[in-house]
């Protein structure tokens, strides 16, 4: 099982924008059966480095997206409206250590 993690950074005015397009982008790739995102802000009312949305989720393994598989809604207007809002973003792929996993490895 794998955590996967995108950051977006943004400003200060942008953040709650930014903050529901992730949570719409999300929605439709649950729709598609991916798993339940959580999305949470940094920055604005929290002590911060950054203005940032992040969204993560869980998957039993790690592929590629094909273009085929992204929703319409998002090809054609999320992203881009998303894009538009952000600085930058980051994604971030960490495997999640189990028992079975440790006792794999002999710990």
């Not at 992730?22 to 059966?33: F, N």
């Not at 085929?68 to 952000?86: A, H, M, Y």
Request: include cysteine.
């Amino acid at each position: 099982m794998f955590l996967v993690r995108r950051k977006c950074i943004t400003s200060r005015d942008k953040l709650w924008k930014v903050a529901s397009l992730l949570k719409q982008i999300c929605s439709e790739y649950e729709e598609k059966g991916r798993g339940e995102a959580l999305i949470y802000v940094s920055g604005w009312g929290t002590p911060s480095d950054d203005y940032s949305v992040c969204a993560e989720w869980t998957q039993e393994t790690l592929s590629s997206n094909a273009f085929s598989n992204v929703p319409d809604k998002i090809r054609n207007k999320l992203s881009q409206e998303l894009q538009d809002n952000i600085e930058r973003y980051e994604i971030e792929f960490h495997e999640i250590v189990t028992q079975d996993k440790l006792k794999e490895r002999g710990l």
